[in-house]
């Protein structure tokens, strides 16, 4: 009997401890997954803190699962780690103007620094009015016949239709084209037209993500 007890009794501990050892697992897993979560948690309202301007209601919805947040505020599109707002609405606005609208969104006048996205705003831009209208972008002339985006970093480069004319302290504008990469012309500041802002694409924590709608700006 003694035998039989003793045995009954390592056979319940060791049962125990191997619970123990799979609750422990849980548990250590269920650390990390929170550790996670507040890093990332942290990092994105680090980019939140800051923003000069955020509209939490243009990211973030209640659904029934809760809180779901989109990488883009609502009607922009994603392309790569950008988000992209494509005006289409009356009134159109000056350079300035354009440019306070998009910094109302924690964003700026778009600023195009590859092919790659010169094409794909092309793609996203329409003609419309008259041959003189397009969209405003980033992009300025300042002191020295100097070009200057909104960062404040010199232009190299550039996809003009033909040379701009310089030492007017005109503004920039991305006309829609045949071809891409000659579609920039410069032409006063005061001029009312359409605009594209930019801004970067926001990554949430993953509890709170939610796909993203990949449909363009109302009209």
């Not at 849980?26 to 994105?44: H, K, Y």
């Not at 005109?170 to 084209?177: D, N, P, T």
């Not at 045949?178 to 032409?187: E, H, Q």
Request: include cysteine; charged fraction near 20%.
């Amino acid at each position: 009997m003694g035998d039989h007890f003793i045995q009954a009794q390592h056979t319940q501990a060791k049962a125990t401890n191997l619970q123990l050892l799979a609750d422990k697992e849980v548990l250590e897993r269920e650390r990390a997954r929170l550790t996670t979560q507040g890093e990332q948690m942290n990092s994105t309202l680090d980019v939140i803190l800051k923003k000069s301007s955020f509209l939490v209601d243009e990211y973030c919805q209640s659904t029934g699962n809760g809180v779901q947040c989109t990488p883009c505020p609502q009607k922009w599109i994603q392309n790569g780690s950008s988000c992209y707002y494509f005006n289409e609405d009356w009134p159109w606005k000056t350079w300035t103007g354009s440019q306070e609208y998009c910094k109302g969104y924690g964003a700026q006048l778009a600023i195009i620094d590859s092919v790659e996205e010169q094409e794909f705003i092309n793609q996203q831009t329409e003609s419309y009015y008259d041959k003189y209208h397009g969209y405003w972008i980033g992009l300025s002339e300042k002191d020295k016949e100097t070009w200057v985006w909104t960062t404040g970093a010199e232009l190299e480069g550039g996809f003009w239709v033909n040379a701009p004319s310089k030492g007017y302290m005109e503004c920039v504008l991305s006309m829609a084209s045949k071809n891409p990469l000659k579609s920039w012309i410069s032409t006063s500041c005061y001029m009312r037209n359409r605009w594209i802002c930019e801004v970067d694409v926001l990554t949430w924590p993953t509890f709170l993500q939610a796909q993203q709608n990949q449909s363009g700006p109302s009209t």
